[in-house]
Nanobody
Framework: QAPLVESGGGSVQSGGSLRLSCAAS????????MGWFRQAPGKEREGVAA???????TYADSTKGRFTISQDNAKDTLSLQMNSLKPEDSAMYYC????????????????WGQGTQVTVSS
């Protein structure tokens, strides 16, 4: 399976927006739940948003209403639009794929990208 590759991270001021992308080539990823996770220094990795193969989505309470996950199967791309960013959103963001339907639990995901850093300054 081709590796997952994230892009789009960077530095932004509080209240700003960023759009993350994940290249997810291959039929396997289209059958799986795809998710975005983040991990800040000294903290556990946490689920941010996930999208199932049927297009249904789920979000962590902390990101609901601000983040939007989407998947473009024609382009083999998973995206995360992040608006109204807060300093507490600063973390390494990871794209992942897993067989558990619409999960945000990291152990349910077996394929991981290398991550992209997001830094939000106040």
């Amino acid at each position: 399976q081709a590796p997952l590759v994230e892009s789009g991270g960077g530095s932004v001021q509080s209240g700003g927006s960023l759009r993350l992308s994940c290249a997810a080539s291959g039929d396997t990823y289209r059958k799986y739940t795809m998710g975005w996770f983040r991990q800040a220094p000294g903290k556990e990795r946490e689920g941010v948003a996930a999208i199932a193969s049927d297009g249904r989505t789920t979000y962590a309470d902390s990101t609901k209403g601000r983040f939007t996950i989407s998947q473009d199967n024609a382009k083999d791309t998973l995206s995360l639009q992040m608006n109204s960013l807060k300093p507490e959103d600063s973390a390494m963001y990871y794209c992942a794929a897993g067989s558990a339907w619409l999960s945000l639990y990291p152990p349910h995901f077996g394929y991981w990208g290398q991550g992209t850093q997001v830094t939000v300054s106040s």
